[in-house]
């Protein structure tokens, strides 16, 4: 039996207390992991989704709801804008790249992006199986998408109205599976992406599948397709969850647009000349994600905030059961004196005692906040959705480990310092 | 007569005052190696504190205590801390047993801080000859009184110390407890050979030990 041991068998001893101790701390632990796992890999997700687009353009509205529709996919979009924004964007010598997206319908909650296949290309995707869409109802599906629908190469499904996925049917406009894609990390993954072409075929501005296969297949660019067919691409702007649909006699639209500058001279000129632009936005996913950011940051904060006080009355509360305990142990630790054990030595085991339960706090503390991660990940699918993983390990835990402990340590430190002051031969006259 | 390099205890002149009044006073004292003293004296008359000064625990106001030929209030706090544990095991009326630990668990413990490390047969044999054998995973709570004194009798040995230091192990035990008590000290001392000190104010030992030291209240100045 050394001091280290008897560190455990004072713990052993007052179990209740202990075990009190350990679930405070473990709660202001978990709360902490919880608030990193999900802030950290939140700003990752969104990071990583943005990476490589300078600007969106879109209907006026909300910028952040223009962002959160386009690049992320989880807000219904601000409205349609006519398709020629995207030829003048491209003869714009400042602009790199322009993706269209046409939006508005879903399968099964699982949204249906018309657009190019550099979209595609954008996020890296990758064949797992098949090809990339090359006529209109062609798509290819992400892989969270293929995991959750259980579809294959060749399947056949019909998108219906609106995001949620439970809008009315486009019974006779079945899409096909043309190519599944490698999981990517991205939003990519929980999407259906298809020719732009196709979504305007489904709502009317096609006369069926593969009627304009020539058409997509020799060209990416949907909007030169079909303003030259006369197709129609109505503005339901009004209709929030249904934008990339149109009113017949309407000139062809796209949701929004996807753009990366080719010089630093764009972002200076652009987005101010496209917001004069009557029905023109332009957002910046970088200004757009911080103020979202530090938003949400107000909410992490005080949680973080309430986490790190449930820390603080932890220790106080480590503080006073070991003060207390050792008032009770003075006896005990007079005769560890008389049996030759020296003051630091006591010292340091009475110091080991709040780390050992500060430890197992901040590790019981890890362990349940992965577990309420991971509960929380497999409970809502949107947490899933947004790649939130109970497997990661950030850094910032460490920290909060070592914090945990280092304040177990501290709380401890008061009392045990009394061991220095202590008179034996007093002390075992007073406590007989 | 034993020799000074026998003599284990050496007192001489002790003298020892709280806020200016004698709490205890000793002209001089010896006790050889193996040999069973028995210090009797009334209430305040400064056994506990002779005591006290021999373990080191507390530093006289006058004169000198030698252990195994070292002055203990000459020696640095760590050194004379270390002379105690290796050289002196205490049991102390109260017993004074670690309450987090069983009977084992607290003879492990003294060993430990002791010699550096446990010795778990030497242990084992100890427990089974103060009667414990049976008790040895029991928490001090859960012992008897008679049981609680041998387990700290066990603890004082255990180390094998060459002074055991015993305050007042017997006021609060009956007659037969009493010398049983005494007896067990006696027996397990005479089987290690340390050098027994028995502090008390129990005449009923007298008759067990071959020496007895009377100690007397310090004379007031009037």
């Known amino acids: 039996m050394t001091l280290a041991g008897l560190s455990l068998a004072y713990l052993k001893d007052r179990a209740l207390n202990t075990a009190l101790n350990i679930l405070l701390l473990t709660l202001s632990v978990a709360t902490l992991v919880i608030l990193v796992l999900f802030s950290s890999q939140l700003s990752e997700r969104f990071a990583r989704d943005a990476q490589g687009i300078d600007l969106v353009v879109g209907a006026k509205g909300s910028p952040l709801q223009l962002i959160l529709s386009s690049i992320y996919q989880v807000d219904v979009p601000t409205g349609n804008i006519p398709l020629e924004t995207v030829d003048m964007l491209r003869s714009d010598p400042t602009v790199a790249e322009v993706i269209p997206l046409a939006l508005g319908d879903s399968f099964r909650s699982y949204r249906i992006v018309g657009t190019e296949s550099a979209y595609v290309t954008h996020f890296g995707g990758e064949m797992a199986q098949g090809r990339m869409f090359d006529a209109p109802y062609e798509a290819v599906i992400g892989a969270q998408v293929a995991r959750g629908t259980g579809a294959g190469l060749g399947q056949k499904f019909e998108g219906s109205h609106g995001l949620a996925g439970d809008g009315h049917a486009h019974e006779e406009t079945p899409f096909e599976v043309v190519g599944i894609l490698a999981p990517t990390g991205t939003v990519l993954d929980r999407l259906i992406v298809t020719h732009v072409a196709s979504i305007w075929a489904a709502h009317g501005f096609g006369t069926g599948p593969h009627e304009d296969h020539e058409e997509a297949a020799h060209d990416d660019h949907a909007g030169h397709d079909h303003e030259q067919d006369g197709h129609g691409h109505a503005d339901e702007a009004a209709h929030d969850d249904e934008p990339a649909h149109h009113a017949a006699g309407a000139e062809l639209e796209v949701t929004a647009l996807l753009v990366k500058y080719r010089s630093s001279l764009a972002a200076v000129r652009l987005p101010s000349f496209i917001n004069r632009q009557t029905q023109l936005q332009a957002a910046a996913p970088a200004v757009e994600m911080t103020r979202l950011l530090s938003l949400l940051g107000i909410g992490i904060d005080a949680v973080r905030a309430f986490a790190v006080l449930l820390m603080i009355t932890s220790g106080l509360s480590i503080f006073v059961a070991l003060y207390s305990a050792l008032r009770q142990r003075e006896g005990d630790m007079a005769m560890l004196r008389v049996m030759g054990a020296r003051p630091p030595a006591i010292f340091g085991h009475i110091v080991l005692e709040g780390v050992l339960l500060a430890a197992a706090g901040a590790i019981l503390g890890v362990i349940v906040g992965h577990g309420v991660v991971a509960f929380a990940a497999a409970t809502f699918p949107q947490l899933q959705d947004m790649g939130l993983s109970a497997l990661r390990f950030e850094p910032a835990e460490a920290v909060i480990v070592v914090a945990a402990i280092a304040m177990g340590g501290l709380a401890a430190l008061v009392p045990a310092l009394k061991v220095f002051r202590v008179d034996i031969a007093q002390t075992l006259a007073d406590t007989r | ?222």
């Open chain 2, 1 to 222: 007569m034993t020799t000074p390099s026998e003599r284990l205890i050496e007192v001489q002149g002790l003298r020892h005052e709280i806020g200016g009044r004698c709490v205890m006073d000793v002209a001089s004292f010896s006790a050889g190696r193996g040999e069973h003293t028995l210090l009797i004296g009334p209430s305040g008359s400064g056994k506990t504190t002779l005591i006290n000064v021999i373990t080191g625990l507390i530093t006289p106001t006058a004169g000198e205590v030698r252990i195994d030929g070292q002055s203990m209030s000459s020696l640095p706090p760590a050194k004379r801390d270390q002379l105690r544990r290796r050289t002196i095991g205490v049991v102390f009326q109260t017993l004074r047993l670690i309450s987090a630990l069983t009977v084992r668990q607290n003879l492990s413990l003294a060993q430990t801080l002791a010699l550096g490390q446990a010795e778990p047969k030497v242990i084992d044999e100890l427990i089974g000859q103060v009667g414990l054998g049976h008790r040895a995973d029991a928490m001090p709570r859960e012992l008897s009184q008679g049981e609680g004194q041998r387990a700290a009798i066990a603890r004082a040995l255990c180390a094998r110390p060459a002074i055991v230091v015993a305050d007042e192990p017997t006021s609060a035990l009956d007659d037969a407890n009493a010398l049983a008590m005494a007896d067990l000290l006696l027996s397990t001392a005479e089987a290690t050979g340390a050098t027994l000190l028995i502090a008390t104010h129990d005449n009923r030992l007298r008759d067990r030990f071959p020496r007895t030291l009377a100690l007397t209240p310090p004379q007031v100045a009037a």
